[in-house]
């Protein structure tokens, strides 16, 4: 059974006729077909984007903690001083 990767489909997309000679430059200096540069180029931007949504996520995720942290240290912040004496 063929795996996710192996199974392509086409995307026809339209780009200003500017981009596609740049794109033609630059997959002709890189030696790579311009389909795999874009497809190269949507799996980079992919990652980047998911991995700024995780930094994000993490982010919100740690500030809750730390809230929810700080409310619990003032909960028991008279307990602490009791044993002081």
């Known amino acids: 059974m063929p795996s996710s990767e192996s199974r392509q ?3 026809n997309i339209l780009i200003p006729k500017e981009m ?6 630059v997959s002709a200096m890189q030696d790579m077909k ?6 190269e180029s949507i ?3 992919i990652n980047q984007l998911e991995k700024e949504q995780l930094q994000e996520d993490m982010r919100l ?3 809750g903690l730390a ?3 700080t409310r619990f240290s003032e909960e ?3 307990v602490d001083a009791e044993h002081l004496d």
């Open 9 to 11: 489909v086409r995307l």
């Open 20 to 25: 596609r000679d740049r794109l033609a430059e």
């Open 61 to 63: 995720a740690y500030e």
């Open 67 to 69: 809230e929810e942290n």
């Open 43 to 45: 799996i980079e931007k």
């Open 76 to 78: 028991f912040r008279f």
């Open 34 to 39: 311009m389909s795999a540069l874009v497809r």
